[in-house]
């Protein structure tokens, strides 16, 4: 996922016909943060919606603002 800051990692899961995508964040100690999971319904491309994409920057904002 590009866009989004080093140690920012997507995985791309198919099952069956649908897919799924997990954006999390590798930093922070020990502790590797999930930032967002979602089925990707999209019948356009591979791109992920502009909504998912505004959600994760937000909660990865979020978790930097609360590390010290």
Known sequence: MKGL???VME???PYRSDAY???YAV???DAIWV???FQKKSTKG???PQ???EL???RLKRIKEMMP
């Open 51 to 53: 909504k998912e994409v």
């Open 35 to 37: 930032v967002h999971a």
């Open 46 to 48: 591979i791109a992920t």
């Open 56 to 58: 994760i920057k937000a």
């Open 5 to 7: 800051g080093s140690g």
């Open 21 to 23: 995508r997990v954006v």
């Open 11 to 13: 995985i791309a899961l």
């Open 27 to 29: 930093r922070i100690g």
